[in-house]
């Protein structure tokens, strides 16, 4: 699931970056048809006699600098734009990794501590077992103690008469 939001968020990403380049294609061609405008009135200027034409020149050069500059500045805000968009992406996939390894983690830490306990009870119950086993190999020597004793005075008292 999350290599399907990885790859869905970079098939936007990389619709996001068409966009950019189709718009790039577009401004170009504006740039295209302001440098042709530039060119004709130029032509323009060099058919008027009797006109300053340096400064002419300069304010077509000024406003096409002012053009060039507005232009680079909508990229420059539209690339910062998708890759602030694009760290966002990167950091929520990041964070949701994070996510699901800590509850992978926990989930694992709680198996360990079950497995443990179901251990530790397992053990409780042995050692009850083997006291008890103990305390019935005690009393059953203390028997045979008893039983062999008895035996053994009786045969001695018997045997003596």
Request: negative net charge.
């Amino acid at each position: 699931m999350h290599g399907a939001n990885v790859t869905n968020r970079e098939s936007q990403v990389r619709a996001r970056e068409k966009a950019l380049e189709e718009k790039e294609r577009q401004i170009s061609a504006l740039l295209a048809q302001k440098d042709a405008e530039i060119a004709t009135l130029a032509q323009q200027i060099q058919q008027q006699p009797a006109v300053d034409i340096d400064s002419i020149v300069r304010e077509a050069v000024s406003r096409r600098e002012d053009e060039l500059r507005q232009l680079v500045v909508k990229q420059q805000e539209a690339v910062a734009t998708a890759m602030a968009r694009r760290e966002e992406e990167i950091m929520a996939s990041v964070n949701q990794r994070e996510k699901e390894f800590f509850e992978a983690w926990s989930a694992r830490e709680r198996q360990i501590q079950e497995e443990h306990e179901a251990h530790n009870q397992w053990f409780q119950q042995r050692e009850r077992e083997l006291a008890a086993e103990v305390e019935q190999i005690a009393t059953a020597r203390a028997q045979l103690k008893d039983v062999t004793k008895g035996a053994l005075l009786h045969s001695l008292f018997f045997r003596g008469s």
